[in-house]
């Protein structure tokens, strides 16, 4: 079965960092390109992050700089480290495969930044 | 970057009627739009893509339309699982998504 598990969601505060995972199973993350999409509380779903399948990375400008996406073939996961958190960045956050747009997402870890 | 303009916000519909959805790109897509459908508390579905193409196990009852600029979701007899939130999506210039349309009784 294709399924994607994130995990690494939490509370934290301004300024600090979090690293998401994203592990799958029945399909190979390093063959695909795999994204990450947020979701706000209430609000729209925002596109945060994609990585190819030739390692090639792009980021929203609202968190370039701050966050890294990147993968570990060998466990078949995903990541995304995110620095310098902010209020704005709370979320729940998705990892989605990509074939054109995103045909199998998880289930979301949600991400709290507050003091 | 691309903006996506959905219409209406909210659509007040009855089982077994007509749903018509709208979304519109601020500038051509091409046919790299997709639709998702979103319930309280639920993960995204992928509906439709390139447009017109129903995703894997989506009824039949769902159709998309359109290219370029202009794109419609039609839901064609709502049954009382199609309330919910649906999205439209572009992927021809990254990614972005439109603000999304309530389906609602």
């Known amino acids: 079965e294709v399924q994607l598990v994130e995990t690494g969601g939490g509370l934290i505060q301004p300024g600090e960092s979090l690293r998401l995972s994203c592990v799958a199973s029945?399909?190979?993350?390093?063959?695909?390109?795999m994204s990450w999409v947020r979701q706000a509380p209430g609000k729209g779903l925002e596109w945060v992050s994609v990585i190819y399948s030739g390692g090639t990375t792009k980021y929203a400008d609202s968190v370039k700089g701050r966050f890294s996406i990147s993968r570990d073939n060998s466990k078949n996961t995903l990541y995304l480290q995110m620095d310098s958190l902010r209020a704005e960045d709370t979320a729940v956050y998705y990892c989605?495969?990509?074939?054109?747009?995103?045909?199998?997402w998880g289930k979301g870890t949600t991400v709290t930044v507050s003091s | 970057e691309i903006v996506m303009t959905q219409s209406p916000a909210t659509l007040s519909v009855s089982p077994g009627e007509r749903a018509t959805l709208s979304c519109r790109a601020s500038q051509s897509v091409s046919n790299d739009l997709a639709w998702f459908q979103q319930k309280p508390g639920q993960t995204p579905r992928l509906l439709i893509y390139r447009a017109s193409a129903r995703a894997t196990g989506v009824p039949a009852r769902f159709s998309g339309s359109g290219s370029g600029t202009e794109f419609t979701l039609t839901i064609s007899s709502l049954q009382s699982e199609d309330f919910a939130v649906y999205y439209c999506?572009?992927?021809?210039?990254?990614?972005?998504f439109g603000q999304g349309t309530k389906v609602e009784i």
């Open positions: 029945g399909f190979t993350v390093s063959s695909n390109f």
């Open positions: 999506q572009q992927y021809n210039d990254w990614w972005t």
């Open positions: 989605a495969r990509v074939r054109g747009s995103a045909d199998v």
